[in-house]
């Protein structure tokens, strides 16, 4: 399984950046797919979920100002995040699980894609 995220970038507080997840060797939508971020000297923190019935979880730092979502034909799955804040400031990582069912676990994670800075600053 491989993961490749992109659209990371430096955007102003208060706007808006989106996150692509491009999976190859594994159907997107068969397991639970997750987004978690990671600022310097933090451990991994869960920020989005989807399952593969498609349900959906949040963290709740991100929970209405962040959206996951799954494209099955394309085999991708996105983050769009809006009204952005400092402490949004992170490496966004993509990671497929070894589970059907939403987990905030990073341990139950078996992919991981290589990760995409995303910064908030003015």
């Known amino acids: 399984v491989n993961l490749a995220e992109s659209g990371g970038g430096l955007v102003q507080p208060g706007g808006s950046l989106s996150l692509s997840c491009a999976v190859s060797?594994?159907?997107?939508?068969?397991?639970?797919m997750g987004w978690f971020r990671q600022a310097p000297g933090k451990e991994r923190d869960f920020v989005a979920g989807?399952?593969?019935?498609?349900?959906?979880s949040y963290a709740d730092s991100v929970k209405g100002r962040f959206t996951i979502s799954r494209d099955n034909d394309k085999n991708m799955i996105y983050l769009q995040m809006g009204s952005l804040k400092p402490e949004d400031t992170a490496v966004y990582y993509c990671?497929?699980?070894?589970?059907?069912?939403?987990?905030?676990?990073?341990?139950?994670?078996?992919?991981w894609g290589q990760g995409t800075q995303v910064t908030v600053s003015s």
């Open positions: 060797g594994r159907a997107a939508s068969a397991y639970a």
């Open positions: 989807i399952s593969s019935d498609a349900s959906t």
């Open positions: 990671g497929s699980a070894r589970t059907y069912l939403n987990t905030r676990t990073p341990s139950l994670y078996d992919a």
